[in-house]
């Protein structure tokens, strides 16, 4: 398996979002694999959390989770059908008290706050797009129109 990432830091004590139109492609229609946006952080114990909007596989699937924890994920957000070679802008919005906003083709699908918020803020996010399949013909994804920075709250 191979996955690919692009970085950036992004400091929790700002209204930050993460932002790219996001494709699935055809070309390449193997069995495993998805492409996501990230913004994540190492907690206190050392456990990645992930705040992540995603197309998967199995059926084609794009939705938004928050998982890395705990076995099973920490929150799922509702998921939608689709197609190989549809664009999806997908964004995530986290303010300075760890409130997470989730938004798909611009309509917010979810939001969440970690019962222990708290402890997290403060902390550094890494902002992240990737691309993972656990077969090297399983996957081609496409980015466009990244977006990394701060808003203002209304």
């Known amino acids: 398996g191979i996955s690919l990432f692009a970085i950036k830091n ?5 209204y930050n979002f993460v932002e790219s139109k996001i ?3 055809s070309e390449r229609t193997g069995q495993d694999g998805d492409i996501g946006l990230a913004m994540m952080t190492t907690v206190k114990s050392g456990q990645e959390l992930i705040f992540l909007c995603v197309i ?7 939705w938004c989770e928050v998982y890395g924890r705990t076995d099973r994920g920490e929150y799922s957000t509702g998921k939608t059908i689709t197609n190989y070679d549809v664009w999806h802008t997908v ?3 986290m303010d300075p008290e760890i409130n997470a906003t989730f938004y798909i083709d611009g309509q917010q699908v979810g939001s969440y706050r970690p019962n222990d918020a708290k402890e997290i803020m403060g902390r550094d996010f890494t902002a992240r ?7 090297q013909t399983g996957i081609q994804a496409h980015f466009d129109d990244v977006r990394i920075g701060q808003f203002r709250k209304e």
């Open 10 to 14: 992004l400091k929790s004590n700002q």
């Open 23 to 25: 494709l699935l492609s």
């Open 56 to 62: 998967g596989r199995g059926p084609i699937q794009v």
């Open 91 to 93: 964004r995530i919005e």
């Open 129 to 135: 797009l990737g691309v993972s399949s656990s077969m």
